[in-house]
C-alpha cells in the first residue's frame, strides 16, 4: 500500500516520499503525517486477523504494534521492524479511583508495562524501524527521560548509536539510568526541553542523525496502536472518554488519528471523546483552548512540575493535538501540583503504580467529573504513560512529606503511607500492629 507524508498545514498540504529524511515540510515548515493510499476496508476479516495472531510466535505477531501492521503500512517490507515485544498493555479497573473521580467506573490502560516502562516503546519500535530503513547509523533525542529510556534500549537491537540529550539536572535518575545501561551516549544539557530540541534540529541536519523526537511522523504511527489495541481489549466497543496526559501531544495526536482511521474503515462505530490533561506549569496547550485565538500556541519559556515527562512549555505536536481535540469534540484541562499528588496516591491505593504525569489523567477526570463536563456515568479509559519505578523519589518524599512544589512550597501528603520505625522486639511490634487492625 503505497505510503506518503503528507503536510498538516490547510495551506500547504504538499506531498513527499516517506524516503526523504525529513521531519517537517521543506516547502512551509509544517508537521508532517503518514497518509496511506487505501486503509483495508474489511474490519470484521481484521477483527479475526489481529486476534489469530495473539496465538502466533511470529516475532512481529508477538508484538503489540506490529500486530496491526495493516494500519501502519509505512515499510515496504518488514525486514527493518525490530521488536521488543512492545505493546500487549493491559486494561485494568480501577474502583477505588473510579470513586475518587466521582466515577461509578473507571479504567486505565497502563502502558507502564511496556519494555522500557512507558508507552514511548510504542512509537520508538517504528521510528527505529524507519531510520534502519533509511540506512541511517545514529540516532538521537531530546528527552526528559522515557523517549531516551526507549531510545536507547531499540537502539541497542538495532545496533545503532544512541545520542541522547537531557536537560542537566532536570531528569529522574530511574529514567536517566535506563539510558546509561542501554548503552546510549548522554549529554546534560543546561537548558530546559525547548531551547535542546531546537539545538538538536540543528545538529541532526548537520551530522546525519535521524531524530527521533515526537517531530517524527513515524513515532506517531506506532503510537497510534495504542489505542488500536485498547479498542480490540475492548471488543470493539468505544468508551465515551479516552484521558491523556499532555506534554509534547504526540500522543494526543496520534489517538486522535486512530480514532479517526478506526472510524472510516469501519472498525468502530464513532470515536470517544480525547481529554487531555496538563500540569498548571506547563500548560500552553491549556492556555491555546482557553485562548479566544487558537492560531498561535502561547508558549511557556520556562514550565515548571515535578511530572517530568509534561514538562514541556513549547510542544512541537500541538496544531495535530488542537485538531484532533476538535475532531473528537474533547477538552482539555491543567491540574495543579497538590492534585497531581493526591491523584498518584489514589492510583496506588488501587494496586497500581504510575509515574507523576500519569496521575494527572486522573486529576483531570476528577476536575471534569465535578465540573459536569464528564458524566459520572460516563465510560472512561484513562491512559497511564510509565510505571511507578520512573521516578521513585517523588513516591517517597510524598509518603513521607518532604515533597516540594516547584518554588518550594511543601505539598500536603494528604494520603501519606509513612513508613514505621519500630524496635527488635516482638512484643512491642504485636502490640503496634493490634493496634493498626
Given amino acids: 500500500m503505497p505510503a506518503e507524508l503528507l503536510c498538516f498545514e490547510h495551506e500547504c498540504r504538499a506531498r513527499h516520499s516517506v524516503t526523504e529524511l525529513i521531519y517537517t515540510c521543506p516547502r512551509c515548515g509544517g508537521l508532517l503525517e503518514c497518509i496511506y493510499s487505501g486503509l483495508p476496508t474489511e474490519p470484521e476479516r481484521l477483527k479475526r486477523l489481529w486476534r489469530e495472531r495473539r496465538l502466533s510466535n511470529l516475532p512481529l505477531d508477538r508484538s503489540g504494534v506490529w500486530r496491526y501492521r495493516e494500519l501502519i503500512p509505512f515499510l515496504d517490507t518488514f525486514e527493518h521492524a525490530i521488536s521488543l515485544q512492545e505493546g500487549n498493555t493491559p486494561l485494568l479497573d480501577a474502583p477505588q479511583a473510579a470513586r475518587y473521580a466521582g466515577l461509578q467506573r473507571l479504567t486505565f490502560k497502563h502502558q507502564g508495562f511496556n519494555p522500557t516502562g512507558s508507552f514511548k516503546d510504542n512509537g520508538m519500535t517504528c521510528g527505529v524501524a524507519q531510520a534502519l530503513r533509511l540506512g541511517m547509523r545514529r540516532v538521537a533525542c531530546v528527552s526528559t527521560g522515557n523517549t531516551s529510556a526507549s531510545m536507547a534500549a531499540y537502539a541497542a537491537v538495532a545496533g545503532l548509536q544512541a545520542i541522547i540529550f537531557v536537560p542537566h539536572g532536570n531528569i529522574s535518575f530511574g529514567k536517566l539510568a535506563q539510558a546509561l545501561e542501554y548503552g546510549a551516549l548522554t549529554l546534560q544539557v543546561e537548558a530546559n526541553f525547548d531551547r535542546i530540541l531546537a539545538l538538536v534540529r540543528q545538529l541532526a541536519e548537520r551530522l546525519g542523525i535521524y531524530l527521533l523526537n515526537s517531530i517524527n511522523p513515524f513515532r506517531i504511527e506506532g503510537q497510534k496502536t495504542i489505542v488500536v489495541e485498547l479498542m480490540d481489549q475492548r471488543d470493539w466497543q468505544p468508551p465515551d472518554w479516552i484521558v491523556v496526559p499532555g506534554g509534547n501531544l504526540g500522543n494526543t495526536a496520534a489517538f486522535g488519528k486512530a480514532l479517526r482511521e478506526m472510524v472510516a474503515t469501519g472498525l468502530i462505530r464513532q470515536s470517544p471523546r480525547l481529554a487531555v490533561i496538563q500540569a498548571e506549569g506547563a500548560a500552553p496547550f491549556y492556555q491555546l483552548w482557553r485562548s479566544a485565538d487558537r492560531d498561535r500556541l ?74 459536569g463536563v464528564i458524566a459520572r456515568d460516563a465510560d472512561v479509559v484513562a491512559v497511564l504513560t510509565g510505571n511507578l519505578m520512573k521516578d521513585p523519589d517523588y513516591v517517597y518524599k510524598y509518603h513521607t512529606g518532604q515533597l516540594e512544589a516547584p518554588g518550594g512550597a511543601k505539598l500536603v501528603s494528604t494520603y501519606a503511607n509513612r513508613p514505621v520505625v519500630v524496635p527488635p522486639d516482638p512484643d512491642r511490634i504485636a502490640e503496634m500492629l493490634e493496634e493498626r487492625r
Fill in 298 to 371: 502561547p508558549r511557556v519559556e520556562e514550565p515548571e512540575t515535578l511530572a517530568t515527562a509534561i514538562r514541556i512549555g513549547d510542544p512541537v505536536s500541538w496544531p495535530k493535538a488542537l485538531y484532533e481535540v476538535e475532531c473528537s469534540r474533547g477538552v482539555v484541562e491543567a491540574v495543579s501540583e497538590q492534585e497531581i499528588a493526591d491523584a498518584k496516591a489514589q492510583i496506588g491505593r488501587c494496586g497500581i503504580g504510575c509515574e507523576p504525569a500519569s496521575a494527572a489523567t486522573l486529576a483531570g477526570v476528577r476536575k471534569l467529573v465535578a465540573s
